[in-house]
């Protein structure tokens, strides 16, 4: 075993587009464990979304990064020392430990995973923080009806396809909208929804028009800016949308003006901003759920794996830009 | 009595700022009365910025007006004949009978009022459809505790005024909005607001973020544009907005684009879109408090009136462009 752990850091803000130069690497040697801590050896790290906005130095649900300090981020790894009898080396378990190599839990910071996984990086998709996060804006927030339409943006993505596979288990009409034919193909044809629009179409506010006969009962949102507008030009009375995230307006210098209030308004729509970290509480509800259509295979998800932590800067732009096919995942070790 | 009904109908669907070219009288016999029907002489008209939306030929939350067809409005009359024993001619009535000398009425369609009464001009403000929006708006929707910051947008208009008034009966930090100084020293003086900002000055930013030391818990929208985008600027996490109105946007030929989608996610608002006509069992609800509160000398409000229905469309657009003082009625008869 090495003894310095390796993180990457957010070298200085970003201005607008998030670049390599604004990350850096750095080596500090691995940490004395105190009594009930556990050295972990990281062998996946989740890349999302929301931490770009993490890295603006303005006002948000958790205190912005400074310069210098740990990129954020999921992780899965193995127990390498222990000082708590009940996390003996070899114990594999989920935490948020960031980019880096190493890092220090106790047992009230991780979830500790069956050892006998078959894919322990479930853990970070489906049967994690991403799983959770579409069940609760679908099931939670949106409440479809049988027979209700629900529109899903980012439907490739790792949120977006399991939001939208439940909402079809609740009995929905589920229109994905994503960007580029060889997604939308994988959305109707892999994920099973009814209709998947392609954004970059020339046409697609008349195809997602013709995909949404009866309109849009619940719009789980993760990209927000004119994508969004098209959706509530489409909104139903009493509809319902999930604010997830805002992923085309991330890097961007000057936000989107989004021009449908009127609809929202008209409609009598309620909109429900959320960060699933606010809802520790909702874990273990989704996560029966969300294991118990795994085990049946109702859930289907792609990984996009990239390979070694320095490539973590790369493969996170590469996400934010929509270029990845299913959750990115960055190998750390294995 | 005269044996014609004079009504201002829509002469064709505004493009842009609504003129008074886009109204025409017309005059029709009085209707016969069925069986169980009551013929009212309307005395005074509500007018409300919602009646603006219904002109546009857009989908809406209902059917839009078609030229040649009555703009409809609530109103207080009095019957004149009646084929109901229980409204007997002399009944004083509450009912949406619209931009009309006579309306017909049944027992289902009318509030029957207190012959008593002594401003039965009430029933169309703090104890009609206004009052009731602003209690559900914040009592329903806003559920502000004590101690909290409400944020009021035209907090001199009919349902702003009322509106901040009962936040404050919640004991709550109430800020208005408003324009002019001659608007916001009323909101201060008058209804008992903690601070009103004028949005018209060029510091306006600056001095609603110091009239918002701890944030915005709860805002009462009625404006949207750039003044909801500047109070969202100031929101605080897990707020909630009541969404009643968007006048600055109902004569806009381009919607204004809404910038703060980052605000609404990064602090996990919940934006609530109503229309008061979609809750009707929760009319008793908000008239017992109204009325209990108005009875106390607690809810204090001004009245903006106008002589003669023919002066309505001017009325109408003084209104709409924040010209009145006060809610807005037209006197139809003495």
């Known amino acids: 075993m090495t003894d310095l752990n390796t993180q990457i850091v957010m070298k200085r803000h970003p201005a607008g587009m998030v670049s390599e130069d604004d990350f850096s690497v750095v080596q500090a040697p691995l940490p004395t464990l105190q009594e009930g801590q556990a050295l972990v050896r990281n062998l996946v790290l989740s890349l999302d979304p929301y931490m770009r906005p ?15 300090e740990l990129m954020p981020g999921g992780t899965v790894g193995e127990v390498v020392q222990s000082r708590d009898p009940e996390l003996p080396p070899g114990t594999l378990v989920a935490a948020l430990l960031g980019w880096q190599s190493h890092g220090v839990v106790t047992k009230a910071t991780v979830r500790v995973l069956d050892p006998g996984m078959k894919q322990p990086s479930a853990a970070l998709s489906v049967l994690g923080m991403t799983g959770v996060t579409a069940h609760y804006g679908i099931v939670k927030l949106g409440q479809p009806k049988p027979g209700e339409t629900v529109v899903v943006t ?5 949120v977006g396809g399991i939001a939208g596979q439940i909402a079809k288990l609740k009995g929905c009409r ?37 995909a949404t006969p009866n309109y849009v009962d619940v719009l789980f949102e993760n990209v927000g800016g004119p994508v969004m507008d098209a959706v509530l030009q489409r909104i139903n009375d009493h509809a319902r949308i999930a604010l997830c ?27 429900y901003a959320f960060v699933i970290a606010d809802h520790r509480d909702y874990w273990p509800t989704a996560l029966a759920d969300l294991s118990a259509w795994h085990r049946e295979g109702k859930l289907r998800f792609k990984e996009d794996v990239v390979e070694g932590l320095g490539n973590a800067p790369a493969a996170f732009i590469r996400m934010l830009t929509g270029r990845n096919f299913g959750k990115q995942l960055v190998r750390i070790a294995a």
Chains 1, 2 share one sequence.
């Open 154 to 158: 980012a439907a490739s993505g790792a």
């Open 245 to 271: 995230g805002n992923v085309s307006q991330y890097n961007a210098r000057e936000p989107y003006g989004l021009k449908g209030m009127r609809q929202l308004l008209m409609h009598r729509v309620t909109t």
């Open 174 to 210: 589920v229109v994905g909208i994503a960007g580029g034919p060889e997604k939308c193909r994988y959305v109707v044809e892999e994920l099973g929804f009814d209709a998947c629009v392609d954004y970059r179409a020339p046409d697609f506010e008349a195809q997602l028009a013709a």
């Open 54 to 68: 993490r890295m603006d130095p303005l006002r948000s649900y958790a205190e912005p990064l400074k310069p210098g």
